[in-house]
């Protein structure tokens, strides 16, 4: 049966509906209709508008935005953490340790900047060189990956002393006019590198741990200390042991696996 288009009354077949004043009453409903395709006549529920739709799809966009900014912070956050300072510069120098082509990083991160850039030349070629070459040996017979760069214990005040008698007498083993107290450390940390070593020809593997110390002289930067050490004996008292002008066995100078 047909109903008033107006007020919604139910007719009969051709009955005219006898409202008076259909515009004007039902002028809001007319409008209702015309923008939302929704009939209060016919009842049912009424649908979203489109501005309530867009509203909530913004709001989303905008947490999804935010959220991903947030992650994108942290992971920028992490990799300074990790490519800068005393971290950054360990891991630096793990990767170099035992590459084939490591050796010129290896001297610029333990010697002296004005040494280093004294030694460039026939002298310097020479001694890296000889490290690359060293270092190709131990990667014929066996690949090296590295696992982790572990921070450690921050180095007190004699541990820093003894790091500035091992600076000066590492560039010592170079030029013999390099003194202690041309270097003055400011702080320093232990890492620990660890690395996973696979022999080629017997496929077996072991973990093999170093450790080494970076320390930030003044004028210098950070720099890496790397002594040879006794499978019993710890980098922090090997420093000790340095610090207050204590003298210990000569350190060798030629790398080693």
Same mark, same amino acid.
């Given at each position: 049966?047909?109903?008033?288009?107006?007020?919604?009354?139910?007719?009969?077949?051709?009955?005219?509906?006898?409202?008076?004043?259909?515009?004007?009453?039902?002028?809001?409903?007319?409008? @209702?209709?015309?923008?939302?395709?929704?009939?209060?006549?016919?009842?049912?529920?009424?649908?979203?508008?489109?501005?309530?739709?867009?509203?909530?799809?913004?709001?989303?966009?905008?947490?999804?935005?935010?959220?991903?900014?947030?992650?994108?912070?942290?992971?920028?956050?992490?990799?300074?953490?990790?490519?800068?300072?005393?971290?950054?510069?360990?891991?630096?120098?793990?990767?170099?340790?035992?590459?084939?082509?490591?050796?010129?990083?290896?001297?610029?991160?333990?010697?002296?900047?004005?040494?280093?850039?004294?030694?460039?030349?026939?002298?310097?070629?020479?001694?890296?060189?000889?490290?690359?070459?060293?270092?190709?040996?131990?990667?014929?017979?066996?690949?090296?990956?590295?696992?982790?760069?572990?921070?450690?214990?921050?180095?007190?005040?004699? @541990?820093?002393?003894?790091?500035?008698?091992?600076?000066?007498?590492?560039?010592?083993?170079?030029?013999?006019?390099?003194?202690?107290? @041309?270097?003055?450390?400011?702080?320093?940390?232990?890492?620990?590198?660890?690395?996973?070593?696979?022999?080629?020809?017997?496929?077996?593997?072991?973990?093999?741990?170093?450790?080494?110390?970076?320390?930030?002289?003044?004028?210098?930067?950070?720099?890496?200390?790397?002594?040879?050490?006794?499978?019993?004996?710890?980098?922090?008292?090997?420093?000790?042991?340095?610090?207050?002008?204590?003298?210990?066995?000569?350190?060798?100078? @030629?790398?080693?696996?």
């Amino acid at each position: 049966m047909p109903f008033c288009r107006y007020c919604g009354k139910e007719l009969a077949e051709g009955e005219q509906c006898s409202c008076t004043t259909p515009v004007a009453v039902n002028a809001p409903a007319a409008q @209702e209709r015309s923008a939302s395709g929704y009939d209060p006549a016919f009842g049912g529920d009424k649908p979203f508008s489109v501005k309530k739709e867009v509203s909530i799809r913004n709001k989303l966009l905008i947490i999804g935005g935010a959220a991903l900014t947030l992650v994108m912070l942290i992971l920028l956050i992490v990799f300074i953490i990790n490519h800068t300072g005393a971290r950054g510069a360990a891991r630096d120098f793990s990767k170099c340790l035992y590459s084939a082509d490591g050796g010129s990083d290896y001297y610029s991160m333990t010697l002296p900047d004005k040494l280093y850039s004294s030694l460039k030349g026939n002298k310097l070629d020479a001694m890296v060189d000889e490290f690359n070459d060293t270092n190709d040996e131990v990667n014929d017979d066996y690949k090296v990956k590295l696992k982790k760069v572990k921070k450690g214990s921050k180095l007190s005040s004699k @541990e820093l002393d003894g790091a500035e008698a091992y600076f000066a007498e590492n560039a010592g083993d170079y030029d013999r006019s390099y003194r202690k107290e @041309e270097y003055k450390a400011k702080k320093g940390c232990i890492f620990k590198l660890t690395y996973k070593i696979k022999d080629k020809q017997t496929k077996k593997t072991k973990s093999y741990t170093r450790e080494i110390a970076l320390v930030y002289f003044k004028g210098e930067e950070w720099k890496v200390l790397c002594p040879d050490l006794g499978d019993e004996e710890s980098l922090k008292s090997f420093l000790k042991a340095k610090g207050g002008g204590t003298s210990s066995s000569e350190i060798a100078s @030629e790398f080693g696996f």
